[in-house]
């Protein structure tokens, strides 16, 4: 499996990006030559993998998963023996994707997809849920997520993993749903105002930030976000909702966090750009 220690919301952020130890394997959704590139973290040596426009990419072993429109994909890290593990109706795409011990965790199209699991050989294939699932959190023995979307009956869920015991938590009509530790982080999907904090049984909840925050990511007890109440800029926040700082000052969409590196997706030149977690050093790739 993947070393690496990666926010449980870099799928539902793009999923443009993974890593390993040495590489960054990555598809700019913002330029024209588009496609799979890995580069080492040093970025030197780019190398292009596949020829085009990819989402949820997932390094697992020595193999990368990733999805193109209506289909999902693994290949060596190297670009060989790449491989179609499973398609859906053409009609449709692969919307939000995860590797967990195994399996493949995956949605299909909005706004009434449905949530389903197969192995990594793509075989296996069979339905979890199918009331409109979003923002799917896959942990090691439940996924939680957000749904009901195709009958307005808005809610966050957790299921067991072979899609048994479906629970509502809660009513809340939820965008950019997180797990972290033992709660549930989230913004109001109506207008997205509020940082929310709610425990995994939804019997509390307080408010985190009062800014309109979207792309949310956690990882080492702090929530990486888009500021919109700030022209959409790149600030992080503790989860017990202190030590606010604002780390990038330009335009910016989906947030992907690692143990060692942030990556988000700057608008205003249109490429992906890196933040050490640490230095705060900043660095386009």
Known sequence: ???NVKGLANNKNGGYLDQDEEWIYYCNPLEKNMGIFKIKKDLSQRIKLFDNKVSNINVYDNW????????IYKMKKDGSERKKLISIDSEKSIYEMHVHNDWIYYTDDLPYGSLYKATIEGSGNVKLARNSPLYINVLDDCIYYAGEYSTGEH?????????DNTIK??????????VYDDCLYF??????????????DGKTKKIISNEKVSYLNIIKNWIYYVNISDSNTLYKIR???TGKEKIHGDLCSNVLVFNDYIYFENIV???ICRIDINSLNKIFL
């Open 1 to 3: 499996m993947s070393f």
């Open 64 to 71: 990368v998963f990733f999805s193109e429109k209506s289909t």
């Open 155 to 163: 809610g966050i869920y957790k299921i067991d993993l072979d899609g």
């Open 169 to 178: 938590i809660s009513n809340e009509d939820v965008e950019s749903l997180n």
């Open 187 to 200: 913004t109001n999907s109506v207008d997205r105002l509020g940082l929310y904090e709610m425990s995994k």
């Open 239 to 241: 989860t017990d909702g």
């Open 269 to 271: 030149h249109n490429k």
